[in-house]
């Protein structure tokens, strides 16, 4: 180990038994419980052997080991199908109270957002009711019927001269321009006040 450095050996074996047992004869177990050079009589393989010999004319002395542990992960244990299914309905259920929640959510935000529409909507139908109700019969009726009248009646005596009804018509347009003006001052009488407030 000091001044000469030394190189480890390596042997491979090919295992025929299908137990996975290996047979060795006792010197070898001793060899390698001491760690002492192989004996002198003991012939020694060449390096690139795959087979070691094994004296098996000389029975162990020790029982047969046990085989192998299966293959796994030492530390972590392994999750079994329950333990997967188990945490799989966890992640369900968490799944069913959040989208249920937020479906509440929604239905509740539904509903406020209903009643305020609700509202609105009733508040607009008193709203028209009580314009229609405070409007006099005389604003519900177009304005100038008798002038109106003596229009059709010149129109039906003169209709081949309609030119002839010419003042009728002249007296018909102006009442009526007289009542437009008549309802824009009165609408800007009322929204003065408003606008004042």
Request: positive net charge.
């Amino acid at each position: 180990m000091g001044a000469s450095s030394s190189t480890p050996r390596t042997v491979s074996v090919d295992n025929d038994s299908p137990a996975g047992v290996i047979d060795i004869s006792d010197d070898v177990v001793q060899r390698l419980k001491t760690g002492l050079p192989p004996k002198e009589g003991a012939r020694q393989q060449p390096q690139g052997a795959s087979r070691p010999s094994v004296d098996s004319s000389v029975p162990s002395s020790y029982p047969n080991p046990l085989p192998p542990p299966s293959a796994g992960y030492y530390g972590e244990p392994s999750l079994t199908s329950m333990q997967v299914r188990r945490e799989k309905e966890q992640e369900l259920r968490a799944n069913d109270i959040y989208w249920t929640k937020r479906l509440q959510t929604l239905e509740a935000n539904l509903q406020k957002t209903n009643q305020i529409l609700e509202k609105e909507y009733n508040d607009a139908i008193v709203d028209v009711k009580k314009r229609f109700d405070s409007t006099a019969v005389a604003h519900q009726l177009p304005p100038c019927q008798d002038l109106k009248a003596k229009v059709v009646e010149c129109y039906k005596k003169n209709q081949h001269e309609t030119l002839n009804c010419s003042a009728e018509v002249r007296a018909f347009t102006d009442g009526v321009n007289l009542h437009r003006i008549q309802l824009l001052k009165e609408k800007a009488s009322v929204a003065k006040p408003a606008a004042e407030k």
